[in-house]
């Protein structure tokens, strides 16, 4: 297939006009036409705010329309964070915006002098009609896309609403930064989104959760009513000016995803492809770049298929991490009622950087003073990462914030850990974590996941983990060591990992145990027996003879397992919990023998030691485990004595669809934290030293828990301390090792530099 020649584009947003631009410009033969149904001048937004990445694209591909923005521009790099009366502000941020309305005429103008048929008022033909007729289609018809719908067995999009209202209006004044102001209302939290587009304009973007908007009154038939209330409510950062309105509704954020994003000659570009929550400023910014990728392809590739498969694999990484940061973004505000008793400068940083993508080194580096501030406020002693402050659970004092989560080695010999696990668990102490946790250890010989897995329910099982917390205590004094009790339930009987992982064995199966008689995998896993009054009494007490034995071998901390869909967490999850008696049904119920274990192991477990209990904050699946069951389940425990609760999640059941990304976890944490003001323990892909001080700053969590990151490195800990300066007394150095304290040198660096290039 040669280059498309003639080429439609559905749309006249800013997406759908910068590809038809740089498409002709790239071809002036081409013949490109573009349907936009609204007049040219139409416009349901107000400010556009594009970033220093997308302008480089912008004056790269045409330098015509990077002049004409950067004549239009609004600059400033301040936030100011205001809630309860206090305003902080952070700078170094760098933002620039121009109004919508001129964006789109600076594209209309481009487009018109290029040679494209811009046809305004007019509906789009059908994507298929347009198909049969031109070479390419672009369907850049936004968040509603009729090409997608009329599509969607192919695109297979998912479309995802929220549970927060908002309303894009304007104020006829220019702010001076980007602001955001909490109200705390009769009605409940609600927020302003503010920034100035023109020299005397700015957004704003009014927002807040379903049930609050609906108990204020803003259902109302006339949206005007809201827009003078929102004007009242937010009338200090207003300045008692009044908002305005265009056309503006109260709308539910969508966000769309496509499986696919092309099918025969039509592609979609932006908000038809996909959409990221506007508290990031995202769409315009996603959609140009798309018309870049799009028309650098098309120019690039030695035909249409190719072309069109080589811009959705350079822009799909790029959407999918926007939109996971995005995703973050929109959690945090939609859960912004248990952040508004934070201390005013943790609920800056914590606003700051609930996206991930800003973090405290990148905010160091932006604003030193304000960041410098917010660790005062932390606790954290002068030059002292927060990560390397101390925390106290009962009697013990962890003397920094990382800790080496729990990690199945499978490969014990009938449950006796041996040299591999002091060598593994030693090591790690070694390097510097403040707690050092155990795989999770088998109460009982049928608790076991496979026949590698350790287990505390011999005396022989008992000494060895005796010589594994005295080298600890022993070698790395100031280190906790921590051990996990836990029984495999329905997930036993199974081959090693690197056998296959939840696979049952060749041969030598011993039977399983669960709440209810339901195999893991249908089919492939063997039907557990659910556990009566007197199988029941039996495991308690099989908990109960490993937690004494725990205690004789000196372990610092308990854990008791109840996530990842073992024993413990399938009385919790619906989807594995199917009893009729007084253990299943309601949440209260499927709680009950959970907490007998745990109140059983509380009253034997020594008061000056704390206990702790993970639990798989939500089972990934339809119908299971939620995040708000998750708070309950915390709840539960906290009021039974839990010190901390160590949040992950998932694991349940086969057919889970986890929202993978970095420490993709830790919004369940911080939910759990933030509501029930309890100490918690973040676990899933926190891989930086960054993210940790990130995290603990703030306010989303007290301890977290990284595992292949001690994996690759030991030593994670003590590098972590070393690149960022620190020598206190968070993370010492075992004296043997003092002598690497410092970054190895890589190579010589002080050769001369180049100066002259002689042709």
């Known amino acids: 297939m040669t280059a498309p020649h003639r080429i439609a584009v559905i749309g006249g947003g800013p997406g759908g006009l910068y590809a038809a631009a740089l498409l002709k410009r790239l071809g002036p033969e081409r013949d490109i036409t573009l349907w936009e149904r609204n007049a040219p001048d139409d416009t349901f937004g107000f400010g556009v705010v594009l970033s220093d990445e997308t302008l480089g694209g912008i004056e790269h591909a045409d330098p015509v329309v990077h002049r004409a923005l950067q004549r239009e521009f609004v600059r400033w790099d301040g936030i100011d964070i205001v809630h309860r009366g206090h305003t902080q502000t952070s700078g170094g941020h760098g933002f620039a915006a121009l109004g919508r309305r001129r964006l789109l005429e600076i594209l209309h103008e481009r487009c018109a002098g290029l040679g494209v048929d811009l046809r305004f008022r007019t509906r789009a033909p059908s994507a298929a009609e347009l198909a049969a007729t031109h070479d390419l289609v672009i369907a850049a018809d936004g968040v509603h896309s009729a090409t997608r719908e009329a599509d969607a067995e192919h695109f297979r999009p998912r479309v995802t609403g929220h549970r927060c209202r908002y309303i894009w209006l304007a104020a006829d004044f220019a702010l001076d930064a980007f602001r955001f102001e909490i109200a705390e209302t009769a009605y409940g939290v609600m927020q302003l989104h503010a920034y100035p587009f023109s020299h005397d304009a700015s957004t704003v973007i009014v927002e807040m959760r379903e049930e609050v908007w609906r108990a204020a009154g803003f259902d109302v038939p006339d ?202 668990l030693g090591a790690r102490a070694l390097g510097g974590a403040g707690l050092v946790m155990t795989e999770m250890v088998c109460v009982s010989p049928e608790g076991r996941i496979t026949p590698g897995c350790t287990g505390l329910y011999t005396d022989e099982q008992a000494a060895a983990w005796a010589r594994v917390t005295d080298f600890v205590h022993t070698a790395s004094p100031g280190t906790a060591i921590g051990v996990q009790l836990g029984h495999s339930g329905r997930k036993g009987s199974t081959k090693l990992m690197w056998e296959g992982i939840d696979q049952p064995l060749d041969d030598g199966n011993w039977p399983v145990t669960a709440a209810s008689p339901l195999p893991y995998a249908p089919g492939v896993n063997q039907v557990p027996h659910a556990l009566d009054r007197a199988g029941l009494d039996e495991v308690r007490d099989q908990f109960a003879a490993a937690a004494r034995r725990a205690d004789a071998c000196g372990f610092d901390l308990l854990e008791l397992h109840c996530a990842h869909g073992y024993l413990l967490s399938g009385f919790l999850s619906p989807l594995t919990n199917h009893r009729t008696d007084a253990y299943g049904g309601p949440l209260a119920h499927r709680l009950r023998f959970p907490l007998e274990v745990f109140d059983t192991l509380r009253a034997l477990w020594p008061d000056d030691r704390p206990m702790t209990v993970r639990i798989s904050a939500t089972d990934w699946a339809e119908g299971g485990t939620t995040a708000e069951d998750a708070v309950e389940i915390a709840r539960a425990f906290v009021a039974h004595g839990a010190d901390a609760i160590d949040v992950s999640t998932g694991q349940v059941v086969p057919g889970e669809r986890p929202e993978y990304g970095r420490s993709y976890q830790t919004p369940y944490a911080d939910r759990i934290r933030n509501t029930l003001c309890v100490p918690v323990i973040a676990v899933g892909a926190i891989s930086s030293w960054d993210d940790v001080n990130s995290l603990l700053l703030a306010g989303r969590a007290d301890l977290c828990a990284l595992a292949r990151p001690h994996l690759y490195d030991p030593h994670w800990t003590l590098h972590a301390a070393a690149e960022q300066g620190y020598t206190g007394p968070g993370a010492p150095w075992p004296l043997p090792y003092r002598a690497g304290s410092r970054t190895p040198p890589t190579g010589r660096t002080d050769a001369p530099k180049p100066r002259l290039t002689l042709g």
């Open 223 to 424: 949206p005007a009513e809201s827009v003078d209330q929102c004007a009242k409510i937010f009338a200090n950062a207003l300045g008692h000016r009044p908002l305005r309105s265009n056309n503006s509704a109260w709308l539910t954020f969508r966000t769309v995803v496509n499986e696919r994003w092309s099918h025969g000659n039509t592609v979609l570009i932006g908000d038809a492809a996909h959409t990221a929550h506007f508290s990031i400023g995202s769409g315009t910014k996603l959609a140009v770049e798309d018309a870049l990728a799009l028309a650098a392809c098309v120019e690039e590739q030695p035909s249409l298929p190719a072309a069109l498969a080589a811009y959705e694999n350079e822009r799909r990484p790029v959407v999918e991490s926007t939109q996971r940061a995005a995703a973050a973004s929109l959690r945090w505000f939609e859960e912004l009622g248990t952040y508004v008793d934070q201390p005013p400068r943790q609920f800056a940083f914590n606003l700051l950087t609930r996206s991930r993508r800003v973090t405290h080194d990148n905010l160091r580096l932006r604003d030193p003073a304000f960041t410098a501030g917010v660790e005062e406020e932390f606790g954290c002693p002068p030059g002292t990462p927060p990560m390397f402050t101390p925390l106290r659970l009962r009697g013990l004092e962890l003397r920094n914030r990382v800790v080496v989560s729990p990690m199945d080695m499978y490969s014990a010999t009938d449950g006796v850990p041996g040299d591999f696990h002091l060598v593994h």
